[in-house]
């Protein structure tokens, strides 16, 4: 590495990005969500003190010291659904064919407004998505734990820490594409695969996830080789045998393919960014963000 004292950038952009989310970061977290740079943690405190960015424990862009207290604020409120996503997710993943379940978006970054609803990403295994989707509603709308999917707001007291069950993917299935339809920038998407956050994985699913979607590391290179270190490949449970069977998959294809066609069929008149599949589902896709990194 470079001895001489690299230019602003590899602190200025981390702290572009995550001012769209009015949340200033620490040391630490610019140099783990460096953006196309891998500068040491040296590298960046140097940079960080020379030009005199750090107020405390944060860093920000001038103008937006008021951010420290919101991401302050945003933190407590997180605490509160984290312990329900937590409860929910281990009541989701006693339904045999889940392979995982994980927090997404903002309760990931404990950047929660107050009325946030709560993001899960299930993974299933190959070839139950959409059976496991099916009893996984009738469980979470029998409870009122479901976000109601008429309403479109996702910060609201009519939504506030219910679950929003947004993306459902299948073991055989964890490959994100970068540039999906309709356009979110890549950068975007990939910030929010590094920041889901396992609740439960029985079948080192998270380590398979950051495999399956090695062009993270192209633009966050840090937060992907350090992701990849944290949560390495366990052997915790074998796949379920009787879903793995031949007799297994000639049962369960053929049953996931036909739960399929009747969810889309009731859905397909709702239908307009969501991209569906036999093997995932990605409902209320946000392309709102990273528009000008």
């Known amino acids: 590495m470079a001895s001489r004292l690299p230019p602003k950038s590899p602190v200025l952009l981390p702290l572009s990005y995550s001012a769209k989310f009015d949340y200033p970061l620490t040391a630490e977290e610019i140099w783990f969500w460096q953006i196309n740079t891998e500068f ?11 030009w005199q960015m750090k107020n405390g424990e944060y860093c920000y862009l001038p103008s937006l010291s008021r951010t420290v207290a919101l991401r302050r604020r945003r933190r407590q409120y997180s605490r509160g659904k984290w312990t329900i996503a937590r409860r929910i997710a281990r009541s989701i993943a006693r339904i045999p064919s889940v392979s995982a ?7 990931a970054m404990d950047n929660c407004k107050e009325n946030d609803d709560i993001d ?9 998505l959409w059976i496991t989707r099916f009893f996984l509603f009738l469980y979470l709308f029998f409870k009122s734990l479901r976000r109601p999917p008429y309403l479109s707001e996702h910060s609201s007291p009519r939504v506030s820490d219910k679950i929003c069950d947004n993306l459902y993917l299948d073991l055989d299935h964890l ?6 339809k309709p356009p979110t920038y890549p950068l975007y998407v990939a910030h929010e695969i590094l920041q889901t ?17 090695p062009w993270v590391g192209g633009y966050l290179p840090v937060a992907y080789r350090e992701s990849l270190k944290k949560y390495k490949y366990i052997k915790l449970e074998k796949l379920n045998a009787k879903w793995q069977t031949p007799i297994g998959k000639i049962v369960y294809i053929p049953v996931n393919l036909l739960f399929y ?10 239908i307009t960014q ?8 990605f409902f209320h896709p946000n ?6 990194v």
Do not use: C
């Open 197 to 213: 956050v396992p609740v439960v994985d029985k079948h080192s699913v998270h380590h398979r996830f950051l495999l399956a979607n």
């Open 40 to 50: 040491s943690r040296a590298e960046i405190k140097k940079l960080i003190n020379k």
């Open 101 to 107: 379940v994980f927090i997404t978006g903002s309760l």
């Open 274 to 281: 969501e991209k569906i599949g036999p093997g995932y589902a």
């Open 175 to 180: 490959y994100i594409d970068p540039h999906p």
């Open 120 to 128: 899960l990403m299930i993974v299933t295994l190959p070839g139950t």
């Open 261 to 270: 066609l009747l969810q889309y069929l009731y859905m397909k008149p709702h």
């Open 287 to 292: 392309t709102d963000h990273g528009t000008h």
